[in-house]
Structure formats: structure tokens, C-alpha cells
T-cell receptor, first 114, second 111 residues
Framework: KAGVTQTPRYLIKTRGQQVTLSCSPI?????VSWYQQTPGQGLQFLFEYFSETQRNKGNFPGRFSGRQFSNSRSEMNVSTLELGDSALYLC?????????????FGPGTRLLVL | DAKTTQPNSMESNEEEPVHLPCNHSTISGTDYIHWYRQLPSQGPEYVIH???SNVNNRMASLAIAEDRKSSTLILHRATLRDAAVYYC????????????FGTGTRLQVTL
């Protein structure tokens, strides 16, 4: 099976712009989670989508949003970019998002905001 | 979320066993203990998980204290490819899909 894929891998934006990142989960997986990784804050949970519905949400401002499509692919959007949004954005998928399940991570999208 | 505490860094010689400790004194009865690791320039990858009993898989072993307030990830023979940041994470059914990463332990493996 192909692993989790994320596009694009690298992105440069300027402050005030918006950005959309894409994640394709492992085939058959219905749960997709997003994480932000920065040197200062480490890995932080953004949100999780399951069957096109947001099921869990982390402590991020409303500028961070996401959605999931019927084929389980997910996108996250960041509006009005700030310098502090520069980070590695990771997507992870699992079959049903249950407590015992393994989450499989993609390689991430590295976003630089200038 | 229940909190975990890990040493910031550890060193090991190649082909020696490595014991990575994790304290989780506020663990609840329904919290599962998961370990993930992140190799340089990669996303995290699953290592092992358990609830009460010790667990073994092809990558590692997980030893869980009887009171469940601590656990130890055991790499039986460290290789250079095991150099990574190792995260000990508690998961419960309430937020099952959410991984709360701490600062982890950076493992250095030397020849």
C-alpha cells in the first residue's frame, strides 16, 4: 500500500496570504489528523477529520481550518498567514482513529512565511 | 491530557541495548501508552503501544510498571538508524486520534 502523501512538500508564502495543504491518507483509512511542528512548540495537534466531519480540535486560532472529502483526502487551510505559521505541517492517517490504532504520518509540508 | 516526562537526551553505543524511560504518574486506567519516534527529516513513526502488560514487536519491547506510572521502551540492539527523537504518549478513548507529543528523548547512537 502506498503511504500517506502530502503536497506540496515545500511552500513559500508572504504574510497575509493564505495557503492550502493537501493530504492523501493510506487507502482505506478514514481518519486524518493534522499536526504542526515548530522548533519552539514541538509537535502540536491541529485537528482530526473522520468521515468528512471534524471530530477533534486542538488549540489553534480559527485561521486554521480543514476539510475532508468523501474519498478521505483532506486539506488544511491557513488564512492571513503570520511569520509564526512557518512550520512543518504533518498529516497522519489511521483506519478509524481509535485509541489502539497506529497512526501513519506523511513526510510533511514545510511552509515558510516571509 | 495526562502528562509524560522523558529525559531530554540519551546516548548509546551501536549494538548495545537501550532503555528509554518515561514517567506518567497521572495516567488513568483507560490510557494506552504509545511510543513514536521521529528520524531526522521524517514524519513520526509508530514504534509500539501497550495498556498493562509488557509488549514485544519486531522493533522494540515495552515494559510497563505494575502501577502503570512509568514505562520503558527497550531497543534490544541499537543501530545508527535508531538515532531519533522518541516520544512517549498517552492516549485515551476520549481523544483517541489525538497524539499529544511532549519534548521526547533524543537518542544518539555511536559506533
Amino acid at each position: 500500500k502506498a503511504g500517506v502523501t502530502q503536497t506540496p512538500r515545500y511552500l513559500i508564502k508572504t504574510r497575509g496570504q493564505q495557503v492550502t495543504l493537501s493530504c492523501s491518507p493510506i487507502s482505506g483509512h478514514r481518519s486524518v489528523s493534522w499536526y504542526q511542528q515548530t522548533p519552539g512548540q514541538g509537535l502540536q495537534f491541529l485537528f482530526e477529520y473522520f468521515s468528512e466531519t471534524q471530530r477533534n480540535k486542538g488549540n489553534f486560532p480559527g485561521r486554521f481550518s480543514g476539510r475532508q472529502f468523501s474519498n478521505s483526502r483532506s486539506e488544511m487551510n491557513v488564512s492571513t498567514l503570520e511569520l509564526g505559521d512557518s512550520a512543518l505541517y504533518l498529516c497522519a492517517s489511521s483506519s478509524l482513529g481509535q485509541v489502539q490504532e497506529t497512526q501513519y504520518f506523511g513526510p510533511g509540508t514545510r511552509l515558510l512565511v516571509l | 491530557d495526562a502528562k509524560t516526562t522523558q529525559p531530554n537526551s540519551m546516548e548509546s553505543n551501536e549494538e548495545e541495548p537501550v532503555h528509554l524511560p518515561c514517567n506518567h504518574s497521572t495516567i488513568s486506567g483507560t490510557d494506552y501508552i504509545h511510543w513514536y519516534r521521529q528520524l531526522p527529516s521524517q514524519g513520526p513513526e509508530y514504534v509500539i503501544h501497550g495498556l498493562t502488560s509488557n509488549v514485544n514487536n519486531r522493533m522494540a519491547s515495552l515494559a510497563i510498571a505494575e502501577d502503570r506510572k512509568s514505562s520503558t521502551l527497550i531497543l534490544h540492539r541499537a543501530t545508527l538508524r535508531d538515532a531519533a527523537v522518541y516520544y512517549c504518549i498517552l492516549k485515551n478513548t476520549g481523544t483517541a486520534s489525538k497524539l499529544t507529543f511532549g519534548t521526547g528523548t533524543r537518542l544518539q547512537v555511536t559506533l
